[in-house]
């Protein structure tokens, strides 16, 4: 079992930015990727972001030139800069990650909140 940790979410200004990490534990050897789901109030869970362990990224169109995913295979974590922010983007965030035994995200952290205030 992989187990995630997300830290750094928060209230920012309309146009601004913020940063949240993740930090994995457990089974992490089984991981292959990991990414960034949310989930707004009154919306579905969605894909934000997601990164391979090889480095290839994928972003959800709302989000794409606005922010950006990174990871540190070493170190276990990663992490996602929110640039240009809009009251839209206000959401609980998911750290999730992708295991060798699943073909889809199976992973998940506790969520942290982030608000964006217009």
């Known amino acids: 079992q992989v187990q995630l940790v997300e830290t750094g979410g928060g209230l920012v200004q309309a146009g601004g930015s913020l940063g949240l990490s993740c930090a994995a534990s457990?089974?992490?050897?089984?991981?292959?990727?990991m990414g960034w789901y949310r989930q707004a109030p009154g919306k579905q869970r969605e894909m934000v972001a997601t990164?391979?362990?090889?480095?290839?990224?994928n972003y959800a169109d709302s989000v794409k030139g606005r922010f950006t995913i990174s990871r540190d295979n070493a170190k276990n974590t990663v992490h996602l800069q929110m640039n240009s922010l809009k009251p839209e983007d206000t959401a609980v965030y998911y750290c999730?990650?992708?295991?060798?035994?699943?073909?889809?995200?199976?992973?998940w952290g506790q969520g942290t909140q982030v608000t964006v205030s217009s």
């Open positions: 457990g089974s992490i050897f089984s991981i292959r990727a």
């Open positions: 990164i391979t362990n090889g480095g290839n990224t």
């Open positions: 999730a990650a992708r295991t060798a035994w699943g073909s889809t995200f199976n992973s």
